[in-house]
């Protein structure tokens, strides 16, 4: 949005499941602006 370029990052997210104490891992890739903290997540492209 301001200009600068995009930087590609991964993360995990960590969902708690109610009423257990299990919690579900995930990866996220997500596109990050360094300069402003805009960001969007990746599309799919395909499976992995």
Excluded: N, Q
Excluded at 1 to 23: A, F, N, Q, W, Y
Excluded at 35 to 43: M, R, S, V
């Amino acid at each position: 949005m301001c200009g600068e370029k995009m930087r590609r990052h991964e993360r995990e997210i960590v969902d708690l499941i109610p009423g257990t104490s299990e919690m579900k891992r995930r990866m996220a890739i997500e596109w990050i602006c360094p300069e402003c903290d805009y960001f969007e997540e990746e599309e799919e492209s395909g499976k992995r």
